[in-house]
């Protein structure tokens, strides 16, 4: 049996976001330390970090020291290298494993897995060479969506296939790398399903919250998401198969399509906390983040049962910034809206800057609050989508 690492130890963070802050403040609320990896020294988890180690992921050497100086790892984002994972792997336990961040920061690998494991996923094909592409089109038809197999998020890297005819000027834009070409899917609603897995195999599931995205940008996660019991049920198994078949330790989010027949197709893996699962922190027993933190540790993973009646949670993105600082005040008038600032000094549209989550009675009651609150910060409706 693994021994707990208990509180005063020193919890190190590979990645230096908005993730690995909020990481960080749970931690710290329960009395340990923490390190942290990130290129940069006043990034968002360095200015709560206990021991700053600014360096680039593939300096082996950086990372061999910040792993000594760490009882325990855990990833804040998926695109750190796995040569980084492993080194510190060698001095400290590593949770989620480098096997875990191999398998899922490549979308074909990913879809490999889901395959392995039998799971529902959009029809697709590997497109390594021109060849691949031709056999793609023919097999998945069109319209169909070509994605970067590495590195893409918040709809970056991805081209929207109509015509079969259009496909290899569309993978010539995106500089003929290695990716899934995989058929567009008509879904009736985006969720996510997060959750944690203990080192001993406990699960503990979050339920599944609806995602409204604008510009390929999550926006709005709320719930309970209106789900019948039949979807939040398939929901959470399909959830489970994932993270056991990870053998994941760790915190994670399985997104998905629900369709309108009412199944439900896995469409992307996070070995992390993920930003639909903000809401947790003020509306569930244990957050994803105190979660990521028992699951590093070893310790009980918390319970997850919701605290309110309903929840919700916006983001705040950069364009908030264009005419000033927000009014703070005038979002914040309501007392059950809360505010989460990032740390960040560069306000660029589309970046993630912070977020405001609101609690009700129901789940309609705290996605009108929530919103008003955003669009109270600049007095319009700016993305309120």
């Not at 080194?87 to 979308?107: D, I, K």
């Not at 929207?160 to 790398?177: I, S």
């Not at 070995?271 to 105190?290: D, K, M, V, Y």
């Amino acid at each position: 049996m693994t021994e707990p690492i208990l509180p005063g130890a020193t919890l190190g963070v590979l990645g230096g976001g908005q993730l690995g802050r909020m990481f960080a403040a749970a931690a710290k609320r329960m009395g340990y330390r923490v390190a942290v990896l990130a290129p940069g020294e006043d990034g968002p988890t360095a200015q709560l970090a206990d021991l700053v180690f600014s360096a680039a992921y593939d300096d082996l050497d950086a990372v061999e020291r910040f792993a000594r100086a760490s009882d325990a790892v855990t990833l804040e984002f998926e695109n750190v290298p796995t040569a980084a994972a492993e080194m510190a792997a060698r001095h400290a336990p590593v949770r989620p494993s480098g096997q875990v961040l191999h398998a899922t920061q490549n979308r074909l690998r990913e879809r490999e897995l889901l395959d392995r494991l039998a799971l529902p996923s959009a029809r697709h094909a590997p497109v390594r060479t021109e060849a691949d592409l031709e056999e793609a089109v023919r097999r998945v038809g069109v319209p169909a969506v070509l994605k970067s197999a590495s590195t893409g998020y918040d709809g970056k890297g991805q081209r929207k296939v109509d015509r079969a005819e259009d496909a290899l000027a569309l993978w010539d834009e995106l500089g003929r790398q290695p990716c899934l070409y995989e058929a567009f899917v008509p879904f009736e609603v985006e969720l996510s399903v997060v959750g944690a897995r203990g080192h001993d195999g406990a699960l503990a599931l979050y339920e599944p919250s609806r995602n409204d995205h604008v510009d390929h940008i999550l926006d709005v996660s709320v719930v309970p998401g209106g789900f019948t019991d039949g979807v939040v049920t398939r929901a959470r198994e399909l959830a489970a198969a994932v993270f056991e078949g990870l053998e994941l330790v760790g915190v994670a989010c399985v997104e998905m399509f629900l369709l309108e027949d009412g199944s439900l197709l896995v469409n992307e893996i996070a070995p992390r906390p993920h930003n639909s699962g903000h809401l947790t922190i003020e509306a569930a027993a244990t957050s994803q983040f105190e979660a990521q933190v028992r699951a590093l540790a070893g310790l009980p993973l918390g319970a997850t049962e919701r605290l309110a009646g309903g929840a919700a949670m916006v983001n705040l993105l950069g364009d908030l910034w264009l005419d000033g600082a927000p009014d703070w005040a005038a979002a914040l008038a309501h007392p059950a809206v809360r505010l989460h600032l990032y740390g960040k000094d560069d306000a660029r549209p589309g970046r993630k800057m912070g977020h405001l989550t609101a609690t009700a009675d129901t789940a309609e009651e705290a996605e009108r609050r929530v919103r008003a609150a955003r669009a109270a910060l600049t007095g319009s409706a700016i993305r309120s989508g």
